[in-house]
């Protein structure tokens, strides 16, 4: 098992290493290394490297490849605590709503121009964070008071009749003001592009931070499994462990949204793959489900910037290709696997 982890870890940082390499001019990756180190440690740059080569690995690809490793790490995690805390194959974050509280953060920003003094720039990543975590808060103090044992099917369907009423909501708000819808909906198909280190240096931390602090709840997490009695039986509070991990499961979510927009079906196919690779243990479907979900985002990002170029797909639209059979052939063709057992 050990063995799978370090080469999952190695995968990974070829991947992103791939990332950073290939695109409308390939790089080989020894220079790739070559250009971390010069901007790094200062070491001089190799002769046969051009500096206008080098800013665009060190300036555009490379932060670029980090974040879309960071963003699929944050989904796959996410989607990993939803599936074990709501014990339901199909539960994400975009189910109780964080995807449809950031578009709305999104919507107020870019249809109404609105904007946070002294951080201007970060005025969208922020309010679009607000919002989807705002939305999970909301959605949780409702289900405590309709239900004070917060079976998982309350905050289902709690989670879903709020996704439609404020997906309404910003399509109300889009129709009334159709000079920005373009924009819109770019942001909510999902994008790379543009993105600089300041988006790299934020969201490591919380990915990493986020990661951890799930990794600590391994034991509740694989107790969960088995059943809401089961797990009251072997002394979990159940009510407090819920909020806790689907709040910081919203909270990963929200903030890989914020800043790339949103971008499906990552949080539902890698907890799923890594379960069957490495065992339902939560020790090693955490960390290897970020691992996993991340190196899968570089790849799907990749491809959205290369297999049309020079122009660029929504980086959501590849994933939903990718991730839409693939999951579909997994979970049903588990279930047939079971059908023919019985």
């Given at each position: 098992m050990?063995?799978?982890?370090?080469?999952?870890?190695?995968?990974s940082l070829?991947?992103?290493?791939?990332?950073?390499?290939?695109?409308?001019?390939?790089?080989?990756?020894?220079?790739?290394?070559s250009?971390?180190s010069h901007?790094?440690?200062?070491?001089?740059?190799?002769?046969?490297?051009?500096?206008?080569l080098?800013?665009?690995?060190?300036?555009l690809?490379?932060?670029?490849?980090?974040?879309?490793?960071?963003?699929?790490?944050a989904l796959?995690?996410?989607?990993a605590?939803?599936?074990?805390?709501?014990?339901?194959p199909?539960a994400?974050?975009?189910?109780?709503?964080v995807?449809s509280?950031a578009?709305?953060?999104?919507?107020?920003?870019?249809?109404?121009?609105?904007?946070?003094p002294?951080?201007?720039?970060?005025t969208?990543?922020?309010?679009g964070?607000?919002f989807?975590l705002g939305?999970?808060f909301?959605?949780?103090?409702?289900?405590?008071?309709?239900?004070?044992?917060?079976?998982?099917?309350?905050?289902?369907?709690?989670?879903?009749?709020?996704t439609?009423?404020?997906n309404?909501?910003?399509?109300?708000?889009?129709?009334?003001?159709?000079?920005?819808?373009?924009?819109?909906?770019?942001?909510?198909?999902?994008?790379?592009?543009?993105?600089?280190w300041?988006?790299?240096?934020?969201?490591?931390p919380a990915a990493?931070?986020?990661?951890?602090?799930?990794?600590?709840?391994?034991?509740?997490?694989?107790?969960?499994t088995f059943?809401?009695?089961?797990?009251k039986?072997?002394g979990?509070?159940?009510?407090?462990?819920?909020?806790?991990?689907?709040?910081?499961a919203?909270a990963?979510t929200g903030?890989a949204?914020?800043?790339?927009?949103v971008?499906g079906?990552?949080d539902?196919?890698?907890?799923?793959?890594?379960?069957?690779?490495f065992?339902s243990?939560?020790?090693?479907?955490?960390?290897?489900?970020?691992?996993?979900g991340?190196?899968?985002?570089?790849?799907?990002?990749?491809?959205a910037?290369t297999?049309?170029?020079?122009?660029?797909?929504?980086?959501g639209?590849?994933?939903a290709i990718?991730?839409a059979?693939?999951?579909?052939?997994i979970?049903?063709?588990?279930?047939?696997?079971?059908?023919?057992?019985?």
């Amino acid at each position: 098992m050990k063995t799978k982890a370090a080469t999952a870890a190695c995968v990974s940082l070829i991947v992103v290493m791939l990332g950073a390499a290939l695109g409308s001019v390939s790089i080989p990756p020894s220079d790739i290394f070559s250009i971390i180190s010069h901007k790094v440690s200062g070491s001089p740059l190799p002769g046969h490297i051009e500096p206008a080569l080098a800013a665009i690995v060190w300036n555009l690809r490379l932060p670029r490849a980090l974040l879309a490793f960071f963003v699929g790490a944050a989904l796959s995690v996410s989607g990993a605590v939803m599936q074990s805390v709501l014990r339901n194959p199909l539960a994400s974050s975009y189910t109780l709503g964080v995807s449809s509280g950031a578009s709305l953060g999104a919507g107020i920003v870019i249809l109404y121009g609105v904007t946070i003094p002294f951080m201007s720039a970060l005025t969208l990543p922020f309010l679009g964070f607000l919002f989807g975590l705002g939305t999970i808060f909301l959605i949780m103090a409702i289900v405590s008071r309709l239900d004070w044992q917060m079976e998982n099917i309350t905050i289902i369907l709690t989670g879903m009749v709020f996704t439609l009423f404020i997906n309404a909501v910003t399509m109300l708000m889009s129709a009334l003001s159709r000079e920005h819808l373009q924009r819109l909906i770019f942001w909510q198909m999902g994008s790379f592009s543009m993105k600089d280190w300041q988006a790299v240096f934020i969201l490591a931390p919380a990915a990493v931070l986020g990661t951890l602090f799930v990794a600590h709840f391994n034991r509740e997490l694989d107790i969960m499994t088995f059943g809401e009695e089961q797990a009251k039986t072997m002394g979990v509070d159940l009510k407090k462990v819920k909020w806790i991990l689907l709040v910081t499961a919203a909270a990963l979510t929200g903030s890989a949204v914020a800043f790339v927009g949103v971008i499906g079906f990552v949080d539902l196919v890698a907890p799923h793959i890594i379960r069957k690779l490495f065992g339902s243990a939560h020790r090693y479907v955490v960390p290897m489900s970020a691992l996993f979900g991340g190196a899968f985002m570089v790849v799907c990002d990749l491809i959205a910037r290369t297999i049309v170029s020079p122009s660029e797909l929504p980086v959501g639209t590849v994933t939903a290709i990718i991730g839409a059979p693939f999951f579909a052939w997994i979970y049903f063709g588990g279930r047939k696997k079971k059908a023919k057992v019985g």
